[in-house]
C-alpha cells in the first residue's frame, strides 16, 4: 500500500519526470512526493534551470560536478531538518 516514491527513487526518475515519460500514476506520485519533500523540490528546480541553460534533459551522470555536488549538499541539509 505504501507506494510512495523515496528519495532516492525521485533522482531516479525525474529525468523521465522532465521528459513526460512517466506512466499517470507515476507521475502523481512523483507530484505527491514534491509536496511535502523541500529537497527534492529544489532538486527539481535545479534540473530545469539546468535544462533551461542546456536545452536538453541531462542524465544524471552527465550532470556537471558542481551541479550534483551542490544538490548532494541540499539533499544533507534538508535531511537534517
Ligand atoms: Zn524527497
Redesign the pocket.
Known amino acids: 500500500m505504501n507506494n510512495e516514491?523515496?528519495?532516492q527513487e525521485?533522482t531516479e526518475v525525474v529525468t523521465d519526470y522532465l521528459d513526460d515519460a512517466l506512466e499517470p500514476d507515476e507521475s502523481q506520485r512523483f507530484e505527491r512526493?514534491?509536496t511535502?519533500?523541500?529537497?527534492?523540490?529544489t532538486?527539481l528546480d535545479q534540473m530545469r534551470a539546468t535544462i533551461s541553460h542546456t536545452g536538453m534533459v541531462p542524465r544524471e551522470e552527465s550532470l556537471p560536478p558542481a551541479l550534483r555536488e551542490r544538490i548532494v549538499a541540499q539533499?544533507r541539509i534538508?535531511r537534517r531538518g
Open positions: 516514491f523515496s528519495c525521485m512526493h514534491l511535502y519533500c523541500a529537497g527534492c523540490s532538486y539533499f534538508f
